[in-house]
């Protein structure tokens, strides 16, 4: 299927839907300027080993090191700007939340860059957390981003514990609330859309197949193919920065055209 014929058939579907559901991975914040995690050349995990960094074996053995990687990248989501890719997807969600009320999009997504909320989208679940929430490990509780002083690594907490990222290291449990959220979203939607994300990480990566057996159509943008490509009704190959643009630009030509074809 060609690219147009594609964005039209997308299109098409969100002018139907009454729910849709986004996952998205580290590729739509690729044009802001954050690394992916499996890029051959640039991604993170080719330059650094998950289990050194990612994981709270790593945190208990080196909790400097762990930190100060956190820290960086921490540092990098704040320096970098939505793009256009997280900008469209805000503005399908108003778009749908005009037409069918609160609930009709959900962007589910794997980032912890913050980037979705800051290009404007409302309701987004982070289910891998967010690098601009950190927790004592002793009890839990968060403190306020602009409490935290980065200038001692690793960063003891007012409890006699050290602050860590609130995101999801590999072998600890997803926030439950996310993941009920995510299970409630899927169930509902007719249209399910897979962003930038190889969809090789569970369990986002069953995401497609839960919203497939709810009824939803399915597609997938990406730069390359990955395991949902066959599977999927329409892949779109590409940089969401500029397919998702075209994409919304399309639905609105199609919903200017809509009352005319009533008529
Ligand atoms: P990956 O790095 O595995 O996949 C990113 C995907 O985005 C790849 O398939 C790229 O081809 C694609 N891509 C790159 N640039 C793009 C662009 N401009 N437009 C569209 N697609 C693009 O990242 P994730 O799937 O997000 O988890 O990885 C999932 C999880 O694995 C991450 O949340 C992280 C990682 O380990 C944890 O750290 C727990």
Redesign the pocket.
């Known amino acids: 299927m060609s690219a147009s014929k594609g964005i039209d058939t997308i299109a098409s579907w969100l002018l139907e839907a009454r729910s849709v559901v986004v996952l998205t991975?580290?590729?739509?914040s690729?044009?802001s300027g954050l690394s992916?995690?499996?890029?051959k050349e640039e991604?993170l995990?080719a330059k650094y080993d998950?289990m050194e960094l990612?994981t709270i074996g790593a945190f208990e053995r080196d909790p400097e090191l762990v930190t100060r990687w956190y820290h960086w990248r921490f540092t990098k989501a704040k320096d970098v700007q939505p793009n256009p890719?997280h900008r469209a997807l805000a503005e399908m969600e108003s778009w749908l939340v005009d037409r069918h009320g609160d609930h009709a999009m959900t962007v589910i997504t794997?980032?912890i860059d913050g980037l979705h909320q800051r290009g404007g989208s409302r309701r987004v679940i982070e289910i891998?957390g967010s690098i601009h929430r950190w927790r004592c490990t002793k009890t839990g509780e968060e403190r306020p981003l602009a409490e935290l002083r980065f200038d001692a690594f690793p960063i003891p907490s007012a409890h006699g514990g050290l602050m860590r990222p609130c995101?999801?290291?590999?072998g600890e449990m997803l926030p439950p609330e996310a993941l009920e959220a995510s299970f409630a979203a899927l169930q509902r939607c007719e249209v399910f859309l897979s962003?930038?994300?190889?969809?090789?990480?569970q369990p986002?990566a069953s995401f497609i197949e839960i919203a497939r057996e709810a009824g939803a159509r399915t597609a997938e943008?990406?730069?390359?193919t990955?395991p949902n490509t066959d599977s999927v009704e329409v892949a779109l190959f590409?940089?969401?920065?500029q397919i998702l643009p075209a994409l919304m630009a399309r639905v609105r030509e199609l919903a200017a055209d809509a009352p005319a074809r009533d008529t």
């Open positions: 991975g580290a590729g739509v690729a044009e992916t995690f499996r890029d991604g995990w998950p990612a890719g794997q980032n891998h995101v999801v290291w590999f962003i930038g994300t190889s969809g090789v990480v986002a943008i990406n730069k390359e990955t590409g940089q969401s920065g």
